[in-house]
């Protein structure tokens, strides 16, 4: 069974502060999705990395898929409190057409 | 160009009842999955279609059933409805691709059961 982790599970930080979440799995996956969620909403598509190695940057947001393919890692420059969410991880695999999400690592950023 | 649409947004059922939630995908789109996200926790996958098929299932019951349309569409049908069965209900589009695929998600469908 694929399983992906991600920690921290909570974090809580002051505006302006960096951070980093990371989604960490035994099993290799295909793509990774990072997504961001708000209460009683969808998840919102951030970014998709394919190849081992890649990173991505969305503004103040850094994406990088490890070089296995099995675990991925997100980092926030100056976190504001709009960056406040739940993030999570989704790894895709191929083969069974399945995606596998993470545990989620809860953010809030405090002005 | 519109996303993914779900309806009902909010439902609210008795235990033993049934309920039908429906999907359309964002445009474009041949591929939709479902998810169930009980409070504080990530989605869980419940099955795919494609081609008017499931494809792929996760571990729900037999309760949780499905169908796709020729215009791609979904429903997510639940039968006797349990306290459990309580979460947002999430509805994500594809365009299959064997490699590699990105979901987008709808506004999902909060159903809860008294």
């Known amino acids: 069974t694929q399983l992906l982790e991600q920690s921290p599970q909570f974090l809580s930080i002051q505006e302006g502060e960096n951070l980093t979440v990371y989604c960490n799995s035994s099993?290799?996956?295909?793509?990774l999705q990072w997504y961001r969620q708000e209460p009683g909403e969808g998840p919102v598509l951030l970014v998709t990395?394919?190849?081992?190695?890649e990173v991505k940057k969305l503004k103040r947001l850094t994406f990088q898929f490890g070089d296995a393919r099995k675990d991925s890692s997100l980092h926030i420059t100056a976190a504001q409190p709009g960056d406040t969410g739940l993030y999570l991880c989704?790894?895709?695999?191929?083969?069974?057409?399945?995606?596998?999400f993470g545990t989620g690592t809860r953010l809030k950023v405090l002005a | 160009d519109a996303g993914v649409t779900q309806s009902p947004t909010h439902l609210i059922k008795t235990r033993g009842q049934q309920v039908t939630l429906r999907c359309s995908p964002k445009?474009?789109?041949?591929?939709v999955s479902w998810y169930q996200q009980a409070l504080g926790q990530g989605p869980q996958f419940i099955f795919q279609?494609?081609?008017?098929?499931?494809?792929q299932r996760g571990n729900f019951p037999d309760r949780f059933s499905g169908h796709q349309f020729p215009n791609y569409s979904s429903e997510l049908n639940v039968n006797a409805l349990l306290l459990g069965d309580s979460a947002l209900y999430l509805c994500?589009?594809?365009?299959?691709?064997?490699?590699?695929?990105?979901?987008?998600f709808g506004p999902g469908t909060r159903l809860t059961v008294l």
């Open positions: 989704a790894g895709y695999n191929s083969g069974t057409y399945k995606y596998i």
């Open positions: 994500a589009s594809s365009l299959f691709r064997r490699s590699t695929d990105t979901q987008y």
């Open positions: 099993s290799v996956f295909s793509s």
């Open positions: 990395v394919v190849t081992g190695g």
């Open positions: 279609y494609y081609e008017e098929e499931e494809r």
């Open positions: 445009s474009g789109h041949d591929t």
